[in-house]
């Protein structure tokens, strides 16, 4: 009788259990289109970046807040003769409450680092390495907050060099003032067993910032102006010096109304990247750009369309750097379905106030 009675009790149990386990899904299409006309600088290459992301997930939610996720991020590069040029695991678990978010495994990297500038990361590395292996956590809200991860990059083997980076970031508002703080390094170490040729790097950059900014719901959606500090550093153990501390100015200018946007980003400092011919994009992400000491980037771009699950933008970017003005091309579709988010049934598109 005992045993009768315990054995519906474990029974009742994982009943209850099972059925408060919830089937969740997430479903990603990230187009991107990114030409470049730099045939002229000293510091980058032209090239033009073209094709299209597809991201589906399946996972398992309990407790409101707990989930899991499985699923893949296939690449399709336009012009290739491959059916997919391009597969990465997404496996990850994820806590999500209205204070604190925290993912951890492998995950998009898209939104989370929303709030780094190119400075920190250039485009290129969203089109062909969505994906964070790691973690993620932020804690606060959209005028308070705080934020620490990990991205490892390679996993240290005869051939590949060990390389991660570990990273923060923090933003406060204060009515319309607002204070905001990026970093990171980049750790890029030697293969296993060392190799003498291969000598440990970092890479260190560090941005504060302080600010105003405002907007309305007249259609100014965006109103910001700040200055603040470029901190980097730079070291090539093997060279024995204390390596390179580039300090610059960063001031911003941001404009959008009713979706037409205007991003101004001007850099005054010493120049960075200072082991770019040396590296590469095997030590910087950056922004190649920064390897001058003056440059000014503009962003003129248009939402086409705006909404809870999709984001369309077109847009034209000038770069003033080397005395020069070089021009780039820019067309993004993002759709970001999912079955934990209620829909709002708000958007905004450029169709929508030609009818107006």
Known sequence: MIFRT????????????????????????????DNTEYEKSTLTQDQTMNGV??????????????????????????????????????????????????????????????????????????NFRPIMQGFFVRAGNNKAFYSLWLDWINHQTTTEREAFYVGASAHKSFGYLFADFESYIFHYANVNPSNPLYHVCDNGLAHLSFGTSYANKQGLDTLLFAVGVLAGFERDRGLGDAGNIPLGAVVRLNVEYRGLGLKNTLYLGNPRLVMYNKYGGNLYWSNPFLRSGSYLQTKLYLTVHKSQWLQSKVGVNLHFSEKKLFFEQTFSVVVSLNSLTKSKGESISVFKYKQN
């Open 6 to 33: 315990k054995l519906i009790l474990f029974y009742l149990t994982v009943s209850i259990n099972i059925f408060t386990q919830n089937l969740e899904w997430k479903a990603g299409l990230n187009y991107f289109f």
């Open 53 to 126: 992301h597809l991201s589906p997930e399946l996972g398992m939610s309990w407790d409101t807040a707990h989930a899991i996720f499985g699923g893949i991020d296939a690449l399709k590069i336009s012009g290739t003769n491959s059916f997919v040029d391009k597969i990465d695991l997404i496996a990850y678990y994820q806590y999500s409450s209205p204070y604190i978010h925290f993912q951890a495994g492998a995950f998009p990297r898209a939104n989370l680092l929303s709030n780094y500038s190119d400075f920190f990361y250039q485009d290129s590395v969203l």
